[in-house]
Every structure is written in structure tokens, then in C-alpha cells.
């Protein structure tokens, strides 16, 4: 019974689907943790656009430079955590807006990326192709039917997603950091009169965040294309944004929220293929996320205190 | 500062061409479009054309490369008020609007305008009937697709896809051109079409290159600028086939990309000094196709060799629609009434 269904075309189509909606929620995920950590702390990140951008430059760069990709994903981490310092220069010292800040940023990786890749490689278009990421079988536990196939013969970076949701889960709420980054995000003067340094929490939260956000980046072009094409994140940074609040700041929710703008995407392809009105069905990822965003889906708690300045010199007086 | 320096520059430099040359040469200028040159593509076709009619024509030859569009229109001021080229070339659509200004204060200044239609008198403006084109990728992508002896890869199935851009009435011109073309040698043959929804996202037309090989489709063509990237990829990681577009894309994925559709650029403009040059030159408005040689196809750079035949099928399709024996459908609705009336 169930070798017969395996060998069907529903079989066929059903594991092409979610494979694909893995692969397309991968980046989205990783970008998306970027948002939670640095918003858990009272930044807002609507950055994540240039951040990913930049981290999928340098992760080629880096594996151009020394032939290993895993080299090439160090470099994704280091300019996504120096990016996002300068987020959190901007807006922790000078308390500049946080939206204005994070579109600035989104505008410095698109304009940065774009000068580099002509500097480096005299090519206006895309780089080189490098030494790329590859899917990774798992011994044993691909071999599983149908699981194996879709669970296990994924990207290195699928599986650094569910390891840092893990991880994540596990440090904000089982973990006394994680209890007073969350406290900051709430109320950064109620966590400041405890003794506690707010703003080390702060600015390593928003650069850790931005070192995801360029994992994100790096699993597009090293992870997917083994290259880096003009402005190849294409809106993938918004969609995180949004995935962030339709999985309301948790780390396991943003992973559900991408997964499932992974799928409206691989349902759309697929539907195209069947001849399909595409604009409809272009359409739906963008329909779920203004849903989300007016709050129709559920009702959505951001950290109380996130986007607004916290002076410690405002809070004894 | 520099613009107005620059545009001095221009003026002194181009004032003691005239001393020198004393208007005895045929005097070119060219505003490159926003892409420069380098772009393996749309502006470094032009200048190969521009190159060989400056070897073989005696002209003289002075070119811009603008970087953004609010540059345009000062270049082509600036040409055209120095009154000693007999032609100025403009590329790229991003132009339309500053040229028709500008055209309309110099009107006996004669213009060629590549990619748009702005129906000045003293303006050649050039379009291109990229459905011809495509017409013939169809067709060779519809015979290929099933020759299993000569490509390893090749199923025996008549399937075969086009991934676009975005769905816009010019790649939609592709689609029917291509769908026409392809069932017009093969009745059989199913098309898969899909759009990527963006120019500059390869991902996303990787995966949708990936579902088109899934299903049995041998052969992909990008119509999609940057995105189309994606599609190359996806060829060389289930070691597929694929068709480039614009300019000769062959080289970056020879083992996988068969041809790749072009557009012959540098002929057009060699056309155009050519009539400039012995006064058979009209402004107005053009739609170039097959029969002006203004595209085909480009076989060299990869590791294939299309074998005789199936070049010879294509021939003559190609002097079938240059003689005007087929009329090439331009949108998806002429399509099938295309096909019927085809037997």
C-alpha cells in the first residue's frame, strides 16, 4: 500500500513540494532569527534586507579567496555582525530612529555589494562561480522513505535553522541571559535598576542577530547558486521581517511562520506549472504577510520597549 | 562642476576635430545605456558593430558611458550641439524621453535610437520582433528535445520550458514565439512556461528550473535577465540543458547550454551608418526582425555540435518567415489559430 502510493505522481509532487519549501524557508528562517534576537532586545531590524545581502557577498568572497565555503560562511557571519554593529552604533549611542536606521542599512548593502562585485571582479552582474555548500546526506536516516528523502538530504543550512532554533529556544527561556534580554526588550529600566548592563546586552544582541541575518544571506549564494548575482536577496529580507511577527518574536515561530512562506512559494511554482493564473498566485505570500501585519491571523506582542531609546540618565530622575 | 567641465571638455575637443578633420570623415557618436560596457550583452554588441564599421567604413568614432539616467540627456545635448557628428546612436529604452527633448531642438541633427519607438522624424527609432526570434528557439529546442542519440541527457518525452522574467507583454512575446515555434515543428510538444516575478532573482528561478526538470522537460529558456542565472544552475546540478538569451551566454555553462538566442546589434547599427553614410537614411519608426539580420541564434562556446539537420530545419524556417511564408504570432492568442492555419 504504502510502496504503491510512494511510486505515485501525488507521492512525486507532495515530496518535490516540501523539499522545495525547506529550501525555500531556509534563508527567510536564519534572516528572520537576525529580527528576534535584536528586536528581543528593543532594536528594531528592518535591515535584515542589506544584511543578508551582505552576508551573501562576503560568503562568496570568502570561499572565492581561499577555495573552502566554510570559510566563505565565516566571512558571512563576521560582515553580517559588523553591519549590524553599525545598526546598533546608530541607534543605541545615537539614538537615531530605528526604521529610518535599518532602511539606511538596507540601502548600504545594496549600494556596497554592487561597488565590490564591480572592484573586485569587473563584472556589473555576478561574480565568479566558487566553491559552494552542498546538501549533505545523512547516513543512515536518508535512506528512511519519504522522511529520508525530505528531511534529511538538506542543505547543511537546514539544519543549522533547526540547531539555532534549538538553541535559541532554549537559551531565551530556559536561561538567565535569555530572561533578561527578554526583560530589556520589555522594560530596560526596570532590568537597569537590578544592576544589570543593558546596553552590553543590547549591542551583543543586535550583532549576533545580524551574524544570522548573513548566514541567511550565505545559504542563498553559497548554499543555493555557489555565486552572488546582483541584489539576489530580491525582498527576502521583508518577508523575514514579516515572518518575525506572524511568529511573534519566538525562535520556533519564526521558523513555522518561514516554513510557511516556503510553502505558499513552492505552491505557487507549482501552480504556474499547471498553468495557473501567476499573478494570483504571485500574489499569496504577499496576501499572508499584510494579514499578518494588520494582525487578522492572531493577535501579535511585540516586546513592549522595542524601537524606543533607553538613556539611563532619564530613569532616576 | 565636473558635468559642466566635462561638457567644455567635450565642446573644445570636439571643435578642433572639426579643424582637423575638416568634416572630410563620417563623424559617430554613441550614448552607451546604463550598463556599460563589459555587459557581455546589450552595450558591447553595439560597440563590436561599431568597431567593424570603424575599420571598414572610415568613420570616426566618440562614445559616452552614462551611469544613471539623469546623465542622458546632457550627452546627448552635448553632442548634438557640437554639429559635427552626422549620427548620433542612442541605447537603450531608459533613453525615449530625453531624446525626444533633445531631438526636437536639434532637428536636423540625425538620430538612431535602439529598443523604443518615439516616432520623431529625425530619429531612427528601432524596435525588435523578439517573437521571430524566439520562433526559432522553439523550433530547434522541439526538435532537440528528443534526440536521444546525440544528447545523453535528452528524455524521449516532447517536453520543453521557458522560464520568465516577470509576465509582461515583451517576455510574453517570448512565450508565444517560443510556444508557436516549438509546435509548429512538433505538434506533440508540451511548453511549460512559468515567471520568476523579478529580474535579479536566481534562487527563485533555480527552483522553478528544478520543477520544470522534474517533470521531464530537457530543455530550459531563460528569458528572465538576471534571474535567468538560476536557470543555468539548476541545469548543471541535474546536468540538464538550457537555452541563454540576449547575448551569447553559452560560455557559462558549456556543457549544459546548447545555444543561446541573440540579437544582432552591431549588424543594425552598421545598417544604419551604411544608409547615413550614402544618403539613403529615413528617421521614423522600425521594427526590425529575421529578414533585417538583426538576431538569430548562437551555437559557438560549448561543447555541443548541433547536428546538420535540425540547423537545416531551421534555415529554413528562418527564410519561411523572412519571405513572409510564416507570420510569427506575437501574442499567446494568435497561437493556436497560427497553428491551425500552419497545416
Known sequence: MLEQWLTSDAAYIIIGLISSMLRMATPLGLAAFGAVYSERAGVVNLGLEGLMLVGAFFGVLGSFLTGNPWTGVVFSLIAGGVMALILAIFTLKFKANHVVSGVALNLLGQGITAVLLVAIWGNRGKSPDVAGIYPVYIPGLSDIPVIGEIFFRQSPFFYMMIAIMIISWFVFYRTKWGLRLRAIGENPAAVDSLGIQVFVYKYLAVVLGGMFAGLGGACLSLGELSMFSRNMVSGRGYIAVAATILGNWNPVGVVLASLLFGLTSAIEMNLQLYGWPTQFVQMLPYIVTILVLGGFVRKVSPPKAVGKHFDRSDTYV | ?343
Open chain 2, 1 to 343: 562642476m565636473t558635468k559642466t567641465f566635462r561638457k567644455l571638455f567635450l565642446v573644445i575637443l570636439t571643435l578642433s576635430l572639426v579643424g582637423v578633420f575638416a568634416a572630410a570623415e563620417f563623424n559617430v557618436g554613441v550614448v552607451f545605456a546604463t550598463g556599460g560596457l563589459g555587459d557581455r550583452s546589450f552595450n558591447d554588441s553595439v560597440f563590436e558593430g561599431l568597431t567593424r564599421a570603424k575599420e571598414e567604413l572610415d568613420i570616426t568614432l566618440d562614445y559616452v558611458e552614462p551611469s544613471s539616467i539623469a546623465e542622458f540627456e546632457g550627452h546627448e545635448r552635448a553632442f548634438a550641439q557640437s554639429g559635427i557628428y552626422d549620427l548620433i546612436v542612442c541605447l537603450g529604452f531608459d533613453q525615449a524621453e530625453s531624446l525626444k527633448k533633445v531631438a526636437g531642438e536639434y532637428p536636423n541633427q540625425k538620430f538612431v535610437l535602439i529598443d523604443a519607438a518615439i516616432s520623431v522624424p529625425n530619429v531612427a527609432s528601432i524596435v525588435f520582433k523578439d517573437y521571430e526570434k524566439a520562433f526559432l528557439v522553439g523550433a530547434l529546442a522541439a526538435q532537440l528535445t528528443t534526440d536521444t542519440r546525440n544528447f545523453r541527457q535528452m528524455n524521449a518525452q516532447n517536453r520543453i520550458g521557458i522560464v520568465g522574467g516577470m509576465e509582461i507583454p515583451l517576455i510574453k512575446t517570448f512565450v508565444a514565439g517560443y510556444t508557436a515555434g516549438a509546435k509548429y515543428v512538433e505538434p506533440k510538444t508540451d511548453v511549460s512556461v512559468a515567471y520568476v516575478g523579478g529580474w535579479s532573482d536566481p534562487a527563485k528561478a533555480k527552483e522553478q528550473a528544478l520543477l520544470m526538470y522534474q517533470r521531464g522537460v530537457d530543455i530550459v529558456f531563460q528569458a528572465a535577465g538576471g534571474s535567468g542565472l538560476g536557470v543555468f544552475k539548476a541545469a548543471r546540478q541535474v546536468n540538464k540543458y538550457a537555452i541563454g538569451a540576449d547575448s551569447n551566454q553559452n560560455y557559462i555553462e558549456p556543457n549544459n547550454i546548447l545555444f543561446s538566442a541573440v540579437r544582432r546589434l552591431g549588424n543594425v547599427v552598421v545598417d544604419q551608418i551604411n544608409s547615413a553614410m550614402n544618403g539613403t537614411w529615413e528617421g521614423g519608426d522600425f521594427c526590425y526582425g529575421l529578414k533585417e539580420e538583426a538576431m538569430g541564434y548562437d551555437t559557438t562556446e560549448n561543447s555541443f555540435t548541433i547536428p546538420e539537420e535540425y540547423i537545416l530545419k531551421i534555415e529554413e524556417i528562418r527564410a519561411k518567415i523572412i519571405s513572409g511564408e510564416i507570420v510569427v504570432p506575437s501574442t499567446l492568442e494568435e497561437v493556436d489559430a497560427f497553428l491551425k492555419n500552419a497545416k
